[in-house]
């Protein structure tokens, strides 16, 4: 007696795929529209490579926190912790190169595992125990360099991080690589990564699965964690340097990127694929702007915009409320 | 039903708030005296007068179920138009449209929030760094002085012994103790929270009132800018920084739960007076800044914990409640 | 002279979902100042007769005359402005504020300031209650009530909206005698003003007890009205039934030994469930009857170990087990197939391979990595199994039909090969053909030596598939029915409140 038939189903299969596809689509249409524009400028190597490093250091806390999202949280901590593991490998730098990179992968542990204690385990609302989070750490930060910029050295194998290359390939692009390809095994192939979709999609069914989700949340932290730390290794020694407010904003890029990509606030769904489409795209937009010449503040406007049109159409089209 | 005994001990529960302050307040004026100087009490009461107003139309959202984060962004962009637009406008004039549009940015976040169905979080996120970019690009991220000495009568002005900041919050209080017991404006803060269904059911024009919750707090922003301008006879684009997390907080504290429903003016007010005098006695006790950051982060942890911890405390209650 | 108290006619009304005609060409008339009940068995159509009525389903053919005249109700607002309110089973009144605020929720008494008066609100109140001669704290802050003073809050705000007709849906539900006998005097006080009253209950005393007339409702349509005084138990009973007795349609597995492999001792969960004691038997299909709200999900909730029980003990094979979460539940070899198929069991976002696997992600993996080899060829053996239809495996399970889906969730719990299954509802909303081939299935398992425990409110089901059924009732067990005893009658009995003793 069933009446609904083959329509409803094929409309809401071409649906998915425009959805998931529409971003493609404005990728594309702006990388001509920047052709035709500013053939000169925007083409150029230097501006190709700029972009690059840029979007490799996004990228790869994006990749983190696409796990956190489709695990059905947020984390908007990022940001001061990536200002803390920017001033961290520069002060112990001196010490030994080795030594300062893993000091700060283990701060970027510590911090994820903090956070994934406090909402995996104790519960509490991801939003606002990252928020606090955001302040501790600042004060943190703020504290060990005494409000000072951070000045590296130049000429040491630490600088070669950020600024070196293998096979003309910058070093920043290569880890990124190389963490998308991680993540992108993680979340496809592991039983860790189905669990995170499974706890993202349907906590309860994923608890009737004998699924720990406590855990699940508390890893996907923790991974976001290390994945920012390095982040901050590479930015550091990009610019030689580390102002203790250099990770703002860093959220919201790397939130908006992620969004852009395809994966829902609410969780349950998100790929690295996708995410890497949203960081280059954020990426092409952020860099066209400066090059036009766009005022500031009207940047921020763009990227504001931006991330509540692709919140919009993940709340509204999507049909998926995130419910605080 | 309750006997007499469990309604007292219920009381106090509930007013818990008052006991907290009181008894900080013994503490700090017993560890440094210099904590109930005039001067001290009155910085004090400026302080908090400034922040509690806009602790009470948080009162409102977060008995909704609602957040929002753009208040400290919007305080300080009101603040540096109000200052910024004096010479050219004119005083009043400067204030009245910077007060506006301080208002209709809380327009956008309700319209946002209410009919294009986006978590109020990230709608608020996405103002807060909106205008926080926008005052920094104001006059190159510096603050902004006035010249207009008269000015600094309002946040700096006396009444008597009472100075005008006060007198303004407490016309405040009063007028949203009215809104909140006299009102069907106030009330049905309670009702959409408490039973959406059963609100909409009964023709409650949840839509309209959800907005214009949100536009108020936009309003009370602007107030709170204004005034801070004022005392300091500057707009900076910093001062809201803080400011988001300390509210919420302190009104969290003063008894709202964060699963909505619930929530009281006086509540709020003795909340905002908790967190404003551990902030100075922390200033007192020369306690530096950044850690003060961190202190800030940890309490609005610990207060988010609390409230979980409560809310398991008050299920159990009921239940046992049922049983009689 | 009759029409001029017809109150309210509902001719013909047809309504279908995807794949279920709830409503068939139904009737349903009311007089002025009658208390008409409504019964019939679950999934008989009651629901959707009283949801068209309160707008919030419109029917698909059929007519409406109220008061004589032809109504078109197209919302919930309509229907409040007939003058027709609604008592749900839940309660949804607003926790944090006053019984006086809840009731007038909507029409705070305000002067021309808009400046609300706590005075008249709490006279308005008192009055209202008093003329239902309801006693409640008006003051008092309906969180701290128990659920029935709940209750009456719900239904004193029914009432205050000058209603025409009250619709209560198992009012009786939650509430203990002195507060039935409370309710009833306010039906009665209402009666006099000339209101109606539609009353759907299971419990059949109770309807002689306050109705003047009955309309049996089975498959959809309307068997008979009745005045109460002209009736009896036994023949609504019969007429819910309809059936030919005899040619009830028994597939029945009927394989069982005397091995006890599940003991449930002393469960007890404040205010859910209590004195809960039974055995499963290997092999046997174990059904529990009940209405909705009886606590059956609840308690194979806690047996699974997603609710934690207050008192209890299990018993599996004779050994004592402590199953505090789903991890031991599945380590002990339980499944469980929950009641609500969306919000509990699919996983939407993913494909139906990914679902089929979710609990096995153990099984199809080697050092924490999926063998994508493993996973397909266990998808694949299910859906060739069950016959799951899906057009390939990495098909978005959301895109399948209810039958589908369901069945895709029973290849989830097959997959761990379990001894112990227990089912929820499993062939709730499912189109009939699915519907006998899981009915098929279960048996299967059965006979291959799984015991099972399922949970059912159709009649039909529980009668077919189950060697023995418990009927729960208020969170107890109020009755064991044998396989000689199995019959609808009886099952209908111990849910209608005439107790058997075990």
Redesign the interface.
């Known amino acids: 007696?069933?009446?609904?038939g083959l329509n409803s189903?094929t409309m809401?299969?071409f649906k998915?795929w425009v959805q998931n596809n529409a971003i493609l689509t404005i990728l594309v249409f702006l990388v001509i529209l920047m052709a035709a524009l500013r053939t000169d400028t925007f083409f150029s190597v230097r501006n190709l490579l700029n972009i690059l490093r840029q979007i490799a250091v996004i990228g790869i806390g994006a990749c983190g926190m696409t796990m956190v999202m489709i695990g059905g949280n947020l984390d908007?901590s990022i940001g001061s912790l990536l200002s803390l593991c920017m001033v961290v490998p520069i002060m112990l730098q001196p010490r030994g190169v080795l030594f300062a990179i893993v000091a700060t992968i283990i701060v970027g542990f510590i911090v994820g595992a903090i956070n994934g204690f406090?909402i995996g385990k104790?519960?509490?609302?991801s939003?606002?125990?990252t928020?606090?989070?955001?302040?501790?750490?600042?004060?943190?930060t703020?504290?060990i360099t005494g409000?000072f910029y951070q000045h590296g050295d130049p000429e040491s194998i630490y600088a070669h991080i950020g600024k070196g290359f293998i096979y003309k390939i910058p070093i920043p692009v290569i880890l990124f690589i190389v963490i998308a390809f991680l993540s992108f095994i993680i979340l496809s192939?592991?039983?860790?990564g189905?669990?995170l979709?499974?706890t993202g999609?349907?906590s309860?069914?994923?608890?009737?699965?004998?699924?720990?989700t406590n855990n699940i949340k508390m890893l996907s932290y923790i991974m976001l964690g290390v994945f920012v730390a390095i982040g901050g290794i590479i930015k550091s020694s990009m610019i030689d340097s580390a102002q203790p407010t250099a990770g703002s904003?860093f959220e919201?890029d790397v939130i908006t990127a992620v969004v852009l990509g395809g994966t829902s606030?609410l969780g349950?769904?998100g790929t690295i694929w996708g995410t890497l489409i949203g960081v280059i795209l954020l990426g092409v937009i952020s860099n066209s702007m400066v090059l036009i010449g766009l005022?500031?503040?009207l940047?921020?406007?763009v990227?504001?915009a931006i991330?509540?049109a692709a919140?919009?159409y993940d709340?509204?089209i999507r049909g998926r409320?995130?419910?605080? | 039903m309750k006997s007499s005994k469990n309604k007292f001990l219920s009381l106090i529960i509930e007013n818990r708030i008052i006991f907290i302050f009181v008894i900080i307040v013994i503490i700090v004026s017993m560890i440094e005296p210099r904590f109930l100087h005039i001067t001290n009490l009155i910085n004090i009461i400026n302080q908090a007068s400034i922040n509690g107003i806009m602790a009470l139309s948080m009162t409102i959202l977060l008995i909704c179920?609602y957040?929002d984060?753009s208040i400290g962004a919007i305080l300080s962009f009101v603040g540096m138009l109000a200052i910024g637009w004096q010479s050219t406008l004119g005083t009043i004039n400067a204030v009245l449209l910077a007060i506006v549009i301080g208002t209709l940015i809380g327009l956008v976040n309700g319209l946002?929030v209410t009919y294009?169905?986006?978590?109020?979080?990230?709608?608020t996120?996405?103002?807060l760094?909106?205008f926080k970019?926008?005052s920094?690009?104001l006059n190159n991220s510096r603050p902004i002085s006035g010249s207009n000495e008269n000015f600094m009568l309002l946040g700096g002005g006396m009444i008597g012994p009472i100075p005008i900041p006060a007198i303004i919050f407490v016309i405040f209080i009063l007028i949203f103790l009215f809104i909140m017991k006299w009102t069907n404006f106030g009330r049905n803060a309670y009702a959409i929270r408490g039973s959406e269904i059963s609100a909409k059911l009964s023709g409650v024009r949840i839509n309209l009132y959800k907005t214009s919750y949100f536009v108020l707090s936009g309003f009370c922003a602007s107030i709170s800018g204004v005034i801070l301008a004022s005392r300091l006879n500057t707009g900076s684009p910093n001062f809201g920084d803080?400011i988001p997390?300390l509210v919420?907080a302190a009104v969290v504290l003063g008894g709202t739960s964060?699963s909505g429903g619930m929530g009281t003016i006086r509540g709020s007010i003795f909340g905002i007076l908790v967190i404003w005098v551990i902030n100075n006695s922390l200033d007192l006790l020369n306690v530096?800044?950044?850690?003060?950051?961190?202190?800030?982060?940890?309490?609005?942890?610990v207060v988010?914990?609390l409230d979980?911890l409560y809310e398991n405390v008050r299920q159990k209650e009921r239940y046992k409640l049922n049983e009689s | 002279m009759e029409n001029l108290n017809l109150l309210l006619e509902m001719k013909n009304i047809t309504k279908s979902f995807?794949?279920?005609?709830a409503l068939n060409d139904a009737n349903f008339s009311l007089y002025k100042g009658e208390v008409h009940a409504l019964v019939g068995e679950n999934g008989a159509g009651k629901s959707t007769l009283i949801k068209i009525l309160s707008g919030f389903y419109k029917k698909d053919k059929g007519e409406i005359l109220f008061e004589n005249k032809v109504v078109e109700i197209s919302n919930p607002k309509k229907s409040i402005e007939l003058g027709i309110s609604i008592i749900y089973q839940e309660i949804i009144a607003v926790p944090y504020i006053s019984v006086s605020e809840n009731i007038l929720l909507a029409n705070r008494p305000v002067n021309k300031l808009g400046i609300i008066s706590w005075k008249s609100m709490k006279d308005k109140t008192l009055e209202i209650l008093n003329q239902l001669n309801i006693n409640l704290p008006v003051d008092e802050l309906v969180i701290n009530l128990s659920t029935a003073q709940k209750q009456m809050v719900e239904i004193a705000k029914a009432l205050s909206l000058n209603s025409k007709i009250v619709i209560m849906d198992e009012p009786s539900a939650s509430l203990t005698k002195d507060e039935i006998k409370i309710l009833f005097d306010i039906i009665r006080k209402i009666k006099e003003r000339g209101v109606s009253v539609i009353y759907i209950s299971h419990r059949l005393e109770e309807i002689f007890e306050i109705a003047d007339r009955v309309t049996v409702l089975r498959d959809g349509k309307d068997i008979i009205s009745k005045k109460l005084k002209d009736t009896n138990n036994d023949e609504i009973i019969k007429y819910m039934i309809g059936r030919d007795l005899e040619n009830m349609y028994k597939d029945k597995h009927l394989k069982k030994t005397d091995k006890v492999i599940l003991e449930i001792k002393d469960f007890y969960k404040n205010r859910v469930f209590k004195d809960i004691n039974f055995k499963l038997y290997e092999g046997e299909i174990l059904g529990f009857a009940g209405l909705v709200g009886s606590g059956r999900s609840e308690l194979v909730n806690t047996i699974?170990g997603?609710i934690k029980k207050d008192k209890g003990k299990i018993f599996i094979y004779e050994k004592e087990k402590n199953i505090r979460?789903?991890?031991d539940a599945?380590k002990e070899g339980i499944g469980?197939i929950?009641e609500e198929r969306k919000?509990?069991?699919?996983?939407?976002?993913?494909a139906v391979d990914?679902n089929i696997t979710?609990?096995s992600?153990?099984k199809i993996?080697r050092l924490?990595?999926?063998s994508r080899f493993r996973e397909k060829q266990l998808s694949m053996k299910y859906i060739k199994e069950l016959n799951i239809k899906t057009p390939k495996l990495s098909q978005?399970i959301?895109?399948l039909?209810g039958g589908n889906q369901q069945k895709v969730i029973i290849a989830?719990w097959l997959a761990l090969n379990p001894r112990i299954l227990i089912l929820d509802e499993p062939t709730r909303g499912i189109?009939?053909g699915s519907k006998a081939e899981i009915h098929k299935l279960i048996t299967e398992f059965a006979n291959k030596g799984t015991s099972i425990i399922m949970i059912s409110s159709e009649m039909n089901e529980v009668i077919k598939m189950c060697n023995r059924i418990l009927v729960m009732k208020n969170g107890e067990i109020v009755n064991c029915l044998n396989d000689e005893d199995v019959n609808e009658e009886s099952i209908l009995r111990s849910m209608t409140g005439i107790k058997n003793n075990h």
């Open positions: 007696m069933k009446s609904i189903i809401k299969k998915y908007l406090l104790l519960k509490g609302n939003l606002i125990i928020f606090g989070m955001l302040s501790i750490i600042q004060g943190i703020f504290l409000g192939r592991t039983v860790f189905r669990s979709y499974i999609g349907n309860y069914a994923a608890l009737a699965s004998g699924i720990n904003g919201f606030l349950g769904i005022p500031f503040p940047q921020l406007a990227k504001g991330l509540i919140v919009y709340s509204f409320r995130f419910e605080v | 179920g957040f984060l946002l294009g169905k986006i978590n109020s979080f990230i709608v996120l996405g103002t760094t909106l970019g926008l920094l690009s803080d997390l919420i964060l530096k800044s950044y850690y003060q950051m961190i202190i800030r982060g940890v309490i609005v942890i988010v914990l979980l | 995807p794949g279920v005609k699974f997603i979460n789903p991890l599945i469980l929950p919000s509990q069991a699919l996983i939407l976002d993913l990914q979710a609990a992600l153990k993996s924490g990595f999926l978005k959301a895109f039909s989830r189109d009939v």
